[in-house]
């Protein structure tokens, strides 16, 4: 079954509704003959921005629409594709609502933080869309759960064998059984990069270390080795993922705190506008 | 030799038997003695047999004996070796074997964490960031910076001093600039914005324009039309430097279209846009009754002036005649004089304008003396006096070409005069006096001019100048500027080449207009013309002014010093 992004869902249904309200919206303000210039104040102003401050209201009710696992009014897939195509019919709704009148007060900050707000939304769109097949393309049918365990067995069974070889080599699996790690700090989550890995020096030394290996500890060595490369795959592929979780969060630790930061510009602008009618 | 090797790791224990004459311990899978643990070296030690089992190591943990070893220790029953982590001990060995040896591991290697325990900070929420915590300090430091501290004055909160600060406080609340006259009071809203949520009064802005008059007067009909506006209604502020209302048509074209529709008693023809739909003007004329408009079309408008005077006469290509100065050309800056504005022009005066030419002269034979130009009675006088003057002092000559019969001044003769020549002189005197005061109003002079009606009785002869109708504005309500248009001959708008009557209301029609000037929509080779250009906002009483009186708009400083 063909899978459908929540961008095609309910073919467009959201994607057709943003583009009607965009192109009303801009219709209006064309047509519309605002005393002196556009702006927020005049009728088609008032009417724009309350329809965007419902809008904003509305777009942050998602964030608890998408919690309610009992709820019934649409479904989720809905919401968010309904919550992506508005809040982008948002921007075009709100720049008309200023009549490209901005300065440096707090009626431009709350559209400021508004543009913010969706240009974080979209990274998180563009995120979606691709991150999880990169994913999938590096976990295929494992867990990350399990990745980890068999990394767990790997380990066992490579120090038993290494052994049976030099101290220098054995201290390397050492090192790499008993120091390697995953996650820990936000650069090494972000890069899916740890550059102090053990195993990975452990990879990179290992052949100048064990050239002059003969005979049956030669025969060690290459198992060893074998495992040695097979936990730094698994590693590697678990680190990836770290990171695809990681960028997948990420946006949304800018998308949430910018929205209520907006949330109070915005009452500040309604209020302030009223204060000073 | 046959020895037993027991190891016991924990509670497991394995046995092995070893045919050999030493043997090699170490972590080496090919050890004898294997003691698989990292602590341990890959090869350790050896066992010997030198008339009893000896345990050596060579340097730093190695099976390479030499004289040098470091470790070399017999073994005996009872007193087991260290070795690393493990313990080695000779027993005595069961039957069919020459030695045993027991291997235990007294220090087992404590278990190494597993990579999983490793393996708990694996996403950013494990770090420590937050998105609820964010979004309330965010969310608050907005509120506080942009809200608490700037209500402050207009909400009268204790902190309403520092709200009013250059730096911070309600000025975040400024949505744009005001006008430029009105920057000086823009750094305090409090000027305008008294009241919390309320609208900005007209008191506020009438603070400063104290001598602004009423824009819609009370002719205006009907007043509800206006009711309830305020300046704010239609002057906009925060919109941008230049101005608060918009100066284009629509403004004025929204009423102006139809305004029938909102006042049922309005005269004002409809109007769209200049270009497109605007009415032929007015010509506003003077006539006995009083004033009179009278709308441009097809026949041309006139009015009387009771002067005679053809433009195309003095406008003639081969010049006219002129005393002084002989044939001349004429153009219109010879008598027509911008005022001191240089928008308008002087009145003409006849002593100023015409009298070169046109001289008053009555007696050209004897004297280039001129009566003067006003009232008639005034003439006749200086006319009469002459010729009694003359009559009583004139030279033979003057006398002979004067009164045409040869004679002198009654004065000049020698001796008293009698009675009889007395009444002689004042009779040729005055009959000359009303002869020439007759031809001079009726037939050669003021008539050249005027419309002069003659009253006779018995005794003498009146007569009526018709007063001259000077018009110094057909168009009071249009702002014309000459100044503004000296880059056009004057024949393009007042055509008077050809006129022959005074009556000729030589003022442009629309259409002349409309050959530079367009609309509100920019056209091609036009000036972009809107009704402000041209039009007063709804005041009857600013009709063209030369010296027009310019409103008085101060601002009131004691209100805005700190």
Same mark, same amino acid.
């Given at each position: 079954?063909?899978?459908?992004?929540?961008?095609?869902?309910?073919?467009?249904?959201?994607?057709?509704?943003?583009?009607?309200?965009?192109?009303?919206?801009?219709?209006?303000?064309?047509?519309?003959?605002?005393?002196?210039?556009?702006?927020?104040?005049?009728?088609?102003?008032?009417?724009?921005?309350?329809?965007?401050?419902?809008?904003?209201? /509305?777009?942050?009710?998602?964030?608890?629409?998408?919690?309610?696992?009992?709820?019934?009014?649409?479904?989720?897939?809905? /919401?968010?594709?309904?919550?992506?195509?508005?809040?982008?019919?948002?921007?075009?709704?709100?720049?008309?609502?200023t009549?490209?009148? =901005?300065?440096?007060n707090?009626?431009?900050?709350?559209?400021?933080?508004?543009?913010?707000?969706?240009?974080?939304?979209?990274?998180?769109?563009?995120?979606?869309?691709?991150?999880?097949?990169a994913?999938?393309?590096?976990?295929?049918?494992?867990?990350?759960?399990?990745?980890?365990?068999?990394?767990?067995?790997?380990?066992?069974?490579?120090?038993?064998r290494?052994?049976?070889?030099?101290?220098?080599?054995?201290?390397?699996?050492d090192?790499?059984?008993?120091?390697?790690?995953?996650?820990?700090?936000? /650069?090494?989550?972000?890069?899916?990069?740890?550059l102090?890995?053990?195993?990975?020096?452990?990879?990179?030394? /290992?052949?100048?270390?064990?050239?002059? =290996?003969?005979?049956?500890?030669?025969?060690?060595?290459?198992?060893?080795?074998?495992?040695?490369?097979?936990?730094?795959?698994?590693?590697?592929?678990?680190?990836?993922?770290?990171?695809?979780?990681?960028?997948?969060?990420?946006?949304?630790?800018?998308?949430?705190?910018?929205?209520f930061?907006?949330?109070?510009?915005?009452?500040?602008?309604?209020?302030?506008?009223?204060?000073?009618? | 030799?046959?020895?037993?090797?027991?190891?016991?790791?924990?509670?497991?224990?394995?046995?092995?038997?070893?045919?050999?004459?030493?043997?090699?311990?170490?972590?080496?899978?090919?050890?004898?003695?294997?003691?698989?643990?990292?602590?341990?070296?890959?090869?350790?030690?050896?066992?010997?047999?030198?008339?009893?089992?000896?345990y050596?190591?060579?340097?730093?943990?190695?099976?390479?004996?030499?004289?040098?070893?470091?470790?070399?220790?017999?073994?005996?029953?009872?007193?087991?070796?260290?070795?690393?982590?493990y313990?080695?001990?000779?027993?005595?060995?069961?039957?069919?074997?020459?030695?045993?040896?027991?291997?235990?591991?007294?220090?087992?290697?404590?278990?190494?964490?597993?990579l999983?325990?490793?393996?708990?900070?694996?996403?950013?929420?494990?770090?420590?960031?937050?998105k609820?915590?964010?979004?309330?300090?965010?969310?608050?430091?907005?509120?506080?910076?942009?809200f608490?501290?700037p209500?402050?004055?207009?909400?009268?909160?204790p902190?309403?001093?520092?709200?009013?600060?250059?730096?911070?406080?309600?000025?975040?609340?400024?949505?744009?600039?005001?006008?430029?006259a009105?920057?000086?009071?823009?750094?305090?809203?409090?000027?305008?914005?008294?009241?919390?949520?309320?609208?900005?009064?007209?008191?506020?802005?009438?603070?400063?324009?104290k001598?602004?008059?009423?824009?819609?007067?009370?002719?205006?009909?009907?007043?509800?039309?206006?009711?309830?506006?305020?300046?704010?209604?239609?002057?906009?502020?925060?919109?941008? &430097?230049?101005?608060?209302?918009r100066?284009?048509?629509?403004?004025?074209?929204?009423?102006?279209?139809?305004?029938?529709?909102?006042?049922?008693?309005?005269?004002?023809?409809?109007?769209s846009?200049?270009?497109?739909?605007?009415?032929?003007f007015? &010509?506003?004329?003077?006539? *006995?009754?009083?004033?009179?408009?009278?709308?441009?079309?097809?026949a041309? &408008?006139?009015?009387?002036?009771?002067?005679?005077?053809?433009?195309?006469?003095?406008l003639?290509?081969?010049?006219?005649?002129?005393?002084?100065?002989?044939?001349?050309?004429?153009?219109?800056?010879?008598?027509?004089?911008?005022?001191?504005?240089?928008?308008?022009?002087?009145?003409?005066?006849?002593? #100023?304008?015409?009298q070169?030419?046109?001289?008053?002269?009555?007696?050209?034979?004897?004297?280039?003396?001129?009566?003067?130009?006003?009232?008639?009675?005034?003439?006749?006088t200086?006319?009469?006096?002459?010729?009694?003057?003359?009559?009583?002092?004139?030279?033979?000559?003057?006398?002979?070409?004067?009164?045409?019969?040869?004679?002198?001044?009654?004065?000049?003769?020698?001796?008293?005069?009698?009675?009889a020549?007395?009444?002689?002189?004042?009779?040729?005197?005055?009959?000359?006096?009303?002869?020439?005061?007759?031809?001079?109003?009726?037939v050669?002079?003021?008539?050249?001019?005027?419309?002069?009606?003659?009253?006779?009785?018995?005794?003498?002869?009146?007569?009526?100048?018709?007063?001259?109708?000077?018009?110094?504005?057909?168009?009071?309500?249009?702002?014309?500027?000459?100044?503004?248009?000296?880059?056009?001959?004057?024949?393009?708008?007042h055509?008077?080449?050809?006129?022959?009557?005074?009556? *000729? &209301?030589?003022?442009?029609?629309?259409?002349?207009?409309?050959?530079?000037?367009?609309?509100? #929509?920019?056209?091609?080779?036009?000036?972009?013309?809107?009704?402000?250009?041209?039009?007063?906002?709804?005041?009857?009483?600013?009709?063209?002014?030369?010296?027009?009186?310019?409103?008085?708009?101060?601002?009131?400083e004691?209100?805005?010093a700190?």
């Amino acid at each position: 079954m063909r899978h459908y992004s929540i961008l095609e869902y309910a073919r467009f249904r959201w994607f057709k509704a943003a583009v009607v309200v965009s192109l009303l919206a801009a219709a209006v303000y064309l047509w519309h003959d605002p005393p002196i210039k556009p702006y927020g104040g005049s009728w088609l102003g008032y009417t724009l921005g309350t329809l965007g401050a419902l809008l904003i209201l /509305w777009l942050m009710y998602y964030g608890v629409r998408k919690r309610r696992y009992r709820s019934n009014v649409g479904t989720v897939q809905g /919401w968010l594709s309904a919550h992506v195509y508005l809040g982008t019919a948002l921007v075009v709704i709100v720049t008309l609502h200023t009549g490209f009148e =901005l300065g440096f007060n707090v009626h431009t900050l709350a559209y400021v933080l508004m543009l913010a707000v969706v240009v974080s939304g979209m990274y998180g769109v563009f995120v979606y869309l691709r991150v999880p097949r990169a994913m999938t393309e590096n976990m295929g049918e494992d867990a990350l759960e399990q990745i980890i365990l068999r990394i767990g067995d790997v380990d066992r069974d490579m120090r038993a064998r290494a052994m049976g070889l030099p101290d220098e080599l054995l201290s390397l699996i050492d090192r790499s059984v008993n120091e390697s790690r995953l996650g820990g700090s936000f /650069w090494r989550l972000m890069t899916g990069v740890d550059l102090g890995c053990p195993t990975a020096h452990a990879v990179r030394a /290992w052949p100048a270390m064990a050239r002059r =290996l003969t005979g049956e500890t030669a025969r060690v060595d290459k198992e060893v080795y074998g495992l040695l490369l097979q936990k730094h795959q698994m590693l590697e592929r678990a680190r990836r993922d770290l990171k695809h979780k990681a960028i997948l969060d990420l946006w949304l630790y800018f998308h949430v705190p910018l929205a209520f930061m907006l949330l109070a510009a915005l009452t500040v602008h309604v209020i302030s506008v009223f204060i000073y009618w | 030799m046959k020895i037993l090797v027991t190891t016991k790791v924990g509670r497991q224990q394995a046995r092995k038997t070893v045919n050999s004459e030493w043997l090699r311990v170490g972590r080496n899978t090919s050890c004898e003695i294997h003691l698989p643990d990292p602590r341990v070296p890959l090869e350790q030690g050896m066992i010997v047999y030198r008339d009893g089992l000896v345990y050596m190591e060579g340097e730093s943990g190695s099976q390479v004996i030499t004289r040098r070893s470091v470790r070399s220790e017999r073994m005996h029953y009872g007193e087991p070796l260290e070795v690393g982590p493990y313990r080695i001990e000779m027993t005595p060995p069961p039957p069919g074997y020459d030695a045993a040896l027991r291997v235990e591991l007294v220090h087992p290697l404590e278990a190494t964490p597993a990579l999983a325990a490793r393996a708990s900070e694996l996403t950013l929420g494990s770090l420590g960031l937050t998105k609820r915590w964010a979004a309330w300090l965010w969310a608050l430091a907005v509120l506080f910076v942009f809200f608490v501290v700037p209500a402050g004055r207009v909400l009268d909160l204790p902190w309403k001093e520092a709200s009013q600060h250059a730096a911070f406080g309600d000025r975040f609340w400024n949505p744009g600039p005001v006008m430029l006259a009105h920057q000086p009071v823009e750094p305090r809203c409090g000027a305008c914005h008294e009241v919390a949520f309320r609208h900005v009064k007209d008191r506020a802005c009438l603070e400063c324009h104290k001598n602004i008059g009423h824009h819609v007067g009370p002719e205006m009909q009907p007043a509800a039309l206006f009711e309830g506006a305020r300046c704010a209604t239609c002057h906009r502020e925060h919109k941008g &430097v230049k101005a608060t209302f918009r100066d284009d048509d629509r403004f004025c074209v929204s009423c102006h279209q139809d305004l029938k529709s909102h006042a049922a008693g309005a005269t004002a023809a409809r109007v769209s846009d200049f270009a497109r739909d605007h009415p032929a003007f007015r &010509v506003t004329l003077d006539e *006995d009754g009083g004033k009179r408009r009278v709308r441009q079309g097809d026949a041309p &408008v006139a009015q009387q002036t009771h002067l005679k005077f053809p433009h195309a006469t003095h406008l003639d290509p081969k010049g006219v005649k002129s005393p002084v100065q002989g044939r001349i050309r004429l153009d219109c800056s010879n008598c027509h004089k911008p005022d001191a504005s240089k928008r308008g022009f002087e009145p003409i005066s006849m002593p #100023r304008q015409c009298q070169e030419c046109h001289t008053l002269q009555f007696e050209p034979a004897v004297t280039t003396r001129e009566v003067p130009h006003g009232k008639v009675a005034d003439a006749l006088t200086v006319i009469e006096e002459f010729y009694a003057n003359l009559a009583l002092k004139g030279t033979p000559d003057s006398f002979q070409k004067a009164f045409g019969v040869p004679g002198e001044g009654l004065l000049r003769r020698v001796g008293d005069p009698s009675p009889a020549e007395r009444q002689n002189a004042l009779a040729l005197a005055s009959r000359k006096a009303r002869q020439v005061g007759a031809d001079l109003v009726e037939v050669r002079v003021c008539k050249t001019c005027h419309e002069i009606a003659s009253v006779k009785s018995a005794q003498s002869t009146e007569w009526k100048v018709a007063p001259v109708r000077q018009n110094m504005s057909f168009m009071p309500h249009a702002r014309f500027d000459h100044q503004a248009h000296r880059q056009t001959k004057c024949a393009s708008c007042h055509d008077v080449q050809s006129s022959k009557s005074s009556a *000729d &209301v030589a003022m442009p029609t629309i259409k002349a207009c409309r050959e530079c000037h367009g609309g509100s #929509r920019p056209i091609e080779g036009k000036v972009m013309s809107n009704c402000l250009l041209c039009h007063g906002f709804h005041d009857a009483t600013h009709p063209w002014n030369p010296n027009p009186a310019r409103p008085v708009t101060k601002v009131a400083e004691a209100t805005h010093a700190r």
